[in-house]
């Protein structure tokens, strides 16, 4: 483990209601985790941090915000957005195969090493902060 993964910190990137969000955020976690030396999380990271994103901005009519944070060996990758509502709980991934859509949190349930959400408050906003867990073991 370099000098690098043992400090915390944290990038949150706000975006608009705007698919083109999806990618920019993808791009930027790869280019974040890079920069941190943990690109071994980054295919699985931009996964995650992809579906969590798209289901903020396609299942909402508000801005949404990534929130990418490091700490003690974890890597903590979540979506706010603008929807107090729950998320719809994930299905099993086998069964969604030929879906044309519900995968997401299948992924996340999937691949993650925990997920959640809670609702948020933000800047006066309801809305909820959706979250999984990648440990780079």
């Known amino acids: 483990m370099s000098e690098d993964e043992n400090q915390p910190w944290e990038y949150s990137l ?3 209601n705007d698919p083109r969000g999806v990618t920019i955020s993808r791009r930027t976690l790869r280019l974040i985790l890079t920069m941190h030396g943990l690109i071994r999380l980054v295919d699985v990271a931009e996964l995650l941090a992809t579906e969590l994103i798209a289901n903020a901005v396609l ?4 801005p949404a915000t990534l929130r990418v944070c490091w700490s003690v060996g974890v890597l903590r990758i979540g979506a706010w957005d603008t929807d107090p509502e729950p998320p719809e709980p994930p299905g099993e991934l086998t069964a969604l195969t030929d879906a044309e859509g519900g995968r997401g949190l299948a992924l996340v349930h999937a691949c993650a090493d925990a997920w959640g959400w809670h609702p948020l408050f ?3 906003n309801r809305g909820k902060y959706v979250w999984c867990d990648l440990a780079a073991v």
């Open 122 to 124: 933000r800047h006066g």
């Open 14 to 16: 706000s975006i608009p």
């Open 59 to 62: 299942h909402t009519k508000g």
